[in-house]
C-alpha cells in the first residue's frame, strides 16, 4: 500500500482521476494530510470518498513510539515506521524557532568513525513520504498545524547519509516546502552531507533554496579516511571542488561540520583548513565529540579545544563551537542509531 505523503498533490489528482473529485477535494485531502489527519478525522470528505483512500494508502507512516526530554529542553522521538522499522530524531528549541533534527535512512553505511548511527549499517532508505512524516507528525504533536506550524526549521542530519537517499530527499524538501502544504522554506532547511561529491554537484543543479553542510572532519586525506569510510572514495580535492561548485554557482553560504579530536587539532591543521576554504563564504561548526560512536574516540581538553578555535579564528576563519543539545538522553550529534525497543514497545 502506498504512503499518500509520498505524493505531490498533481500525483494525487492523476492517481483519483477516475473518482471525477472537483479540485476543492483535492485540496481538503492535501490539507488534510500535510495537518497529519487520520482518513477518519477528514470529516468534511464524504465517507464513501474517505473509505476508497483508506483502501488506497497509508495516512500515517511515522508514530511518536516514546519521547525523551533533556534537561535543557531538547526532545528526542523514537519513531515507528508502517513496516515496524524504528527511526530516531530531535528536536532542538531556539529563541528562532524550533529546529527538528530527521532521518532520512534507517541505519547507514558511511561507517563514520566518531558516529553511532551507522553501527547497525544501511537497514533500508525512507521514502520522501516518510522523512516528511517525521515533520508532520511532530508538528502535530506540538499542537501545530499548517497554518500555525510549530515546526520552523529542519535540518537533514539524523540517521542517515542523505545524498545516499538522493531521489527521496529531493522529493522531501520539495513537498515540505510546498506552498499548499506545511509550506516550510527551503532557506529553513540544512543538509548534512559526509561528501559524496558526485551528488554534491548534482543537487547544486537542482537550484533549491536550502543551506549545504559538509562533514569535513579533517584537512587532509589520510586523516580523514581514517576518521570515514567515505573519504576512501572522494578524497578532499574532489571534494572541495564539487563544494566551489556549489558555493559559485548559489553564492550561499556554506557551512563545514568539524569533531575536535587530538589527531585533528593541530596548529597545522588550522592553517590547512584556511587553505582549503579560502575563497568559500562559509562557517565552521567545531563539534565536541559525544559519547555513543563506533570506536572509543578521546575528547579534547576544553583548554584544547580552545586553543585550536584561536587558532582558526586568527588565520580568519568564521568558526564557532557548537554548544552540545540532547546529550543527557544520546539526542547529541553522532548519537543517533537504530535500536532494538524492548519491554514491548516494537
Known amino acids: 500500500m502506498k504512503i499518500i505523503q509520498d505524493l505531490t498533490i498533481d500525483e494525487i489528482a492523476t492517481e483519483l482521476e477516475p473518482l471525477n473529485l472537483k479540485k476543492y477535494r483535492l485540496g481538503q485531502i492535501f490539507e488534510w494530510i500535510n495537518n497529519y489527519k487520520d482518513f477518519d478525522e477528514m470529516l468534511n470528505l464524504p465517507a464513501d470518498l474517505r473509505e476508497e483512500l483508506k483502501k488506497r494508502y497509508i495516512c500515517k507512516p511515522v508514530e511518536i513510539l516514546k519521547e ?21 530524531g530531535v528536536l532542538m528549541k531556539y529563541k528562532y524557532g524550533n529546529t527538528l533534527c ?3 535512512q534507517v541505519g547507514c553505511r558511511m561507517g563514520c568513525s566518531f558516529c553511532a548511527s551507522g553501527i547497525d549499517g544501511l537497514i533500508r532508505n525512507l521514502s520522501a513520504g516518510e522523512i516528511l512524516g517525521q515533520v508532520l507528525c511532530v508538528n502535530s504533536h506540538l499542537g501545530g498545524t499548517i497554518a500555525d506550524r510549530k515546526v520552523t526549521n529542519i535540518v537533514l542530519m539524523g540517521s542517515g547519509e542523505p545524498l545516499d537517499n538522493y531521489d527521496n530527499v529531493v522529493k522531501f524538501i520539495k513537498l515540505v516546502s510546498a506552498p499548499n502544504g506545511i509550506n516550510i522554506s527551503q532557506r529553513n532547511i540544512s543538509l548534512s552531507t559526509s561528501g559524496l561529491a558526485d551528488k554534491i554537484k548534482k543537487l547544486t543543479d537542482e537550484n533549491l533554496g536550502i543551506t549545504l553542510t559538509i562533514s569535513l572532519h579533517a ?4 586523516t580523514r579516511k581514517k576518521l570515514m569510510k567515505v573519504a576512501n572514495a572522494y578524497p578532499l580535492e574532489e571534494l572541495m571542488s564539487a563544494v566551489r561548485y556549489y558555493y559559485e554557482k548559489t553564492h550561499r553560504r556554506v557551512v563545514f561540520e568539524y569533531i575536535m579530536l587530538p589527531e585533528n587539532t593541530k596548529h597545522e591543521d588550522a592553517l ?34 580552545t586553543r585550536f578555535w584561536k587558532a582558526l579564528h586568527d588565520e580568519g576563519v568564521s568558526a564557532t563551537t557548537r554548544r552540545t543539545l540532547g546529550a543527557d538522553i544520546e539526542g547529541a550529534c553522532g548519537q543517533l542509531r537504530r535500536r532494538v525497543i524492548k519491554d514491548g514497545l516494537k
Do not use: M, W
Open 102 to 104: 530527521v532521518s532520512t
Open 68 to 88: 525523551f526530554k533533556s534537561q535543557d529542553g531538547t526532545i528526542k522521538f523514537l519513531y515507528k515506521l508502517s513496516d515496524g522499522e524504528l527511526i530516531e
Open 272 to 305: 590547512r583548513l584556511h587553505a582549503l576554504t579560502r575563497g568559500i563564504a562559509c562557517h565552521v561548526n567545531l563539534i565536541p565529540v559525544n559519547a555513543g560512536g563506533s570506536s572509543k574516540i578521546k575528547p579534547l581538553s576544553k583548554e584544547k579545544e
Open 219 to 222: 584537512t587532509e586525506d589520510e
